[in-house]
């Protein structure tokens, strides 16, 4: 498993380029498997999630080759509904394969996730999404099977999700008549999937709303696609440079997709300038200290809470985190404690004692976000911090060491045979 060695200090500056979005990539593969045909996907990043993923796909028959930044999808020959534990159990968002499977084969078997780094994370809504659509769901083994011919219908979400949106769109796609999905998500990435969908020839509409009508279509054909820029590594790397930089400029970005984390930078005294396709921070005198409130999109961002709580342990003052998202989601805490951060956890809810030099120290990587937090920490921190099992880190950021070392951060990694 490697490792990264970060020595602290190194002023950050200069342009960093945004990847593909990981969480758009993953549901246009997905869609894929709705109809056979030669798809191709570009700026696809090239992550263990994005190769997981296409693991599952191959397990269903399909052909799939990366090229740079370009997949290739063949599902011509697809003819196995399944997506089994071993790859299931690695990557959660492989549950997206449950909407096109069963929407093209009438039935799929797909392993239940199980739990994740910090908690539960169920499957509910997806299932119930399917069964509103006509679907039989049954439980075997730890495995989901889903049955069925799919009838347009109208349901709507008790809370808002990304996956189950994305799953009910897919499944509905096809379905015979019109389906209405009430307090759907409308995170960039299920606009992407949407737009993709209706580029194959899918009727939906509402698309960036909460209210979805899909009308059923009998055939679909491949096509093209370009995932959008990842908002969450673009986040990561506005907050690194609040942190450790001078100037930082991220380069082919959607500013229009960092709305909330672009008012918090500012709020917190970092001047954030907007040209296009690229923002650019410079950091502060003093960073302020500004609370959080994480909430589904257009709101504060669960997956860049982490981060923004590193950020806050260099603040001129204490300041909450409030996760609304996910109760559970602080495995970061600890580790950011053990390079001196002053951090108490109550429920949901994080207070950051504020500022703290941070001292170097072997830490460990849990999950992709709170790893980016331990990196941004290590990044100031004083001395050299070793971070441990950052394959959490490269199952969605690509090639973060050395985005990271062209900004002049002191960062590398070590293969470590253990
Ligand atoms: N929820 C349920 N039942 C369900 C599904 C979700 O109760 O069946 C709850 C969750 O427990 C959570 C809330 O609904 O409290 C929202 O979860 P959502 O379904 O929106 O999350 P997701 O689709 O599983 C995606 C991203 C996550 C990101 C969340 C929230 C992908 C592949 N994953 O997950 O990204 O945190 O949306 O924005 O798109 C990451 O990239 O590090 C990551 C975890």
């Known amino acids: 498993m490697d490792k990264f060695i970060i020595e602290g200090g190194h002023e950050l500056s200069g342009t960093v380029q945004i990847?593909?979005?990981?969480?758009?990539?993953?549901?246009?593969m997905a869609a894929t498997l709705l109809w056979p045909g030669n798809y191709k996907l570009r700026r696809v990043p090239a992550?263990?999630?994005?190769?997981?993923?296409?693991?599952?796909?191959?397990?269903?028959?399909?052909?799939?080759?990366?090229?740079?930044?370009?997949?290739?999808?063949?599902?011509?020959?697809c003819d196995n509904a399944e997506a089994p534990y071993e790859l299931v159990k690695q990557m959660r968002a492989s549950f997206y394969v449950l909407g096109p499977l069963l929407a093209r084969f009438g039935r799929c078997k797909v392993s239940m996730p199980g739990g994740c780094n910090w908690g539960p994370r169920p499957i509910d809504l997806h299932l119930r999404v399917m069964e509103a659509l006509g679907a039989r769901i049954e439980l075997e083994s730890g495995y989901i099977i889903a049955t069925g011919s799919l009838k347009g219908a109208d349901y709507?979400?008790?809370?808002?999700?990304?996956?189950?949106?994305g799953n009910g769109l897919m499944a509905a796609v096809l379905a015979q008549g019109v389906t209405v999905l009430g307090n759907a998500a409308i995170e960039?990435?299920?606009?992407?999937?949407?737009?993709?969908?209706?580029?194959?020839?899918?009727?939906?509409?509402?698309?960036g709303t909460r209210t979805l009508t899909i009308t059923g279509v009998d055939e679909l054909q491949a096509a093209d696609v370009t995932v959008i820029p990842d908002r969450i590594e673009a986040?990561?790397?506005?907050?690194?440079g609040?942190?450790?930089?001078?100037?930082?400029?991220?380069?082919?970005?959607?500013?229009?997709?960092?709305?909330?984390?672009?008012d918090h930078l500012r709020q917190a005294g970092v001047t954030v300038d907007i040209a296009d396709s690229a923002v650019t921070v410079s950091r502060p005198g003093a960073i302020a200290p500004v609370d959080i409130t994480t909430a589904p999109y257009p709101g504060y961002p669960t997956d860049l809470q982490a981060q923004w709580m590193a950020l806050m342990t260099q603040a001129a003052g204490p300041s909450?985190?409030?996760?609304?998202?996910?109760?559970?989601?602080?495995?970061?805490?600890?580790?950011?404690?053990?390079?001196?951060?002053r951090i108490s956890l109550k429920g949901n809810v994080a207070r950051i004692s504020a500022p703290t030099a941070l001292i170097a120290a072997p830490v460990m990587s849990t999950d992709i976000r709170a790893s980016a937090a331990i990196v941004l920490a290590a990044l100031v921190a004083?001395?050299?911090?070793?971070i441990s099992r950052v394959y959490h880190i490269d199952r969605g950021y690509e090639a973060i060491e050395q985005k990271i070392a062209q900004l002049g951060g002191a960062i590398t990694r070590v293969s470590d045979p253990a």
Do not use: W
């Open 47 to 77: 992550l263990r999630d994005t190769a997981t993923f296409a693991k599952v796909l191959e397990t269903t028959g399909a052909v799939v080759s990366l090229q740079s930044d370009v997949m290739r999808i063949d599902t011509r020959n």
């Open 235 to 240: 986040g990561t790397f506005l907050i690194a």
């Open 188 to 207: 960039p990435e299920i606009v992407g999937l949407g737009d993709f969908l209706n580029s194959l020839g899918a009727r939906i509409a509402g698309l």
């Open 156 to 165: 709507t979400f008790p809370i808002s999700s990304v996956g189950a949106t």
């Open 242 to 262: 609040a942190m450790a930089g001078r100037e930082v400029t991220i380069s082919g970005a959607d500013p229009s997709h960092l709305g909330s984390v672009i």
């Open 19 to 28: 990847s593909g979005a990981k969480n758009a990539a993953l549901p246009l």
């Open 320 to 341: 909450s985190v409030h996760e609304e998202v996910y109760h559970d989601r602080f495995a970061h805490v600890p580790e950011l404690t053990r390079l001196g951060a």
């Open 382 to 386: 004083e001395g050299s911090t070793e």
